[in-house]
């Protein structure tokens, strides 16, 4: 297994026929830790921002991002380039539309509309609030190696409340309150924010007793709420609060929203997830 930094998983380079390329690294695996990180797939998160980074630059879009809804159809390969293939599907100065498709080989891996925007005059209400203690007065909170994925250790966790794994929610509401940060420290970005709208467990762990009930992304919504720059959060965090919506028949919905340092709200975010059925 390699290191590749996140710097390095989030750069795509143009193939010379109209597509951008990224190469997928076992470092960013969904499984966890105590595995070998090849059984497991690219994680959802790094997926949706390398999709978004192509859709938007390989249609040279300036605007910023408002919506990306992206579809999981295959786990991509380790250790091979994966291509993205973006459309303009319409441009405009206001708004833009765009769709890419990522995959390996001619085999499809993901697929994605996204829609481009820029602000304008108009009526204001700011319904999403959150108070959290400030991210300074939390200490991290590491995932232990037996359960945490690989992509884990490119994130940095401080939880409101504790992890509150396995059981702890139970008779309460499945949710979670944590500050996160991409280790790197650089400030937040576009891509890094998708990169942490996927960046915890399903919420429904809390609620349930070990073992966990594992689950793969099916697909991600993720609505972005105001243009990120480096002044948004200069240090990297955002607040992010998640709570499971519906847990039944062998799926799960999940939503969360975050806010920027200074209460900002940046993004919301569902998430379905099939549950894997239970092992023997």
């Known amino acids: 297994m390699t290191t590749q930094t996140l710097a390095e998983a989030l750069t795509l380079t143009e193939d010379g026929d109209g597509g951008l390329v990224a190469r997928l690294d076992a470092g960013f695996s969904?499984?966890?830790?105590?595995?070998?990180?090849?059984?497991?797939?690219p994680f959802g998160g790094l997926m949706a921002a390398l999709g978004a980074g192509a859709a938007r630059g390989g249609r040279g879009i300036g605007t910023p991002l408002?919506?990306?809804?992206i579809q999981y159809l295959?786990?991509?390969?380790?250790?091979?380039a994966v291509r993205f293939a973006p459309t303009l599907t319409r441009g405009g100065r206001?708004?833009?539309?765009?769709?890419?498709?990522?995959?390996?080989?001619?085999?499809?891996?993901?697929?994605?509309?996204?829609?481009?925007?820029r602000d304008v005059e108009g009526p204001v209400l700011t319904a999403l609030v959150a108070g959290p203690p400030p991210v300074e007065s939390l200490p991290a909170t590491p995932m232990d190696p037996a359960f945490g994925p690989w992509f884990t250790r490119h994130i940095e966790h401080r939880f409101v409340?504790?992890?509150r794994l396995f059981g702890e929610n139970a008779g309460r509401s499945p949710e979670l309150g944590c500050w996160m940060r991409c280790v790197d420290g650089a400030p937040l970005d576009e891509l890094r924010l998708l990169f942490?709208?996927?960046?915890?467990?399903?919420?429904?762990?809390?609620a349930f007793p070990a073992p966990p009930a594992i689950s793969t992304s099916v697909d991600l919504r993720a609505d972005l709420l105001a243009e990120t720059t480096p002044d948004t959060s200069p240090e990297g965090w955002a607040y992010f609060h998640f709570r499971s919506r519906?847990?039944?028949?062998?799926?799960a919905v999940e939503d969360g929203a975050a806010w920027a340092p200074d209460g900002r709200p940046l993004a919301v975010v569902r998430q379905r997830r099939k549950i894997l059925p239970a092992r023997g």
């Open 30 to 41: 969904n499984a966890p830790q105590a595995m070998d990180p090849t059984k497991g797939a």
């Open 196 to 206: 942490l709208l996927d960046g915890l467990y399903p919420t429904y762990f809390t």
């Open 246 to 251: 519906d847990v039944g028949g062998g799926w």
């Open 66 to 69: 408002r919506t990306l809804s």
């Open 94 to 117: 206001n708004v833009a539309y765009a769709h890419v498709v990522g995959g390996q080989d001619g085999r499809p891996a993901v697929q994605a509309p996204a829609t481009f925007g």
């Open 161 to 163: 409340d504790g992890p």
């Open 74 to 80: 295959a786990a991509a390969r380790f250790g091979e």
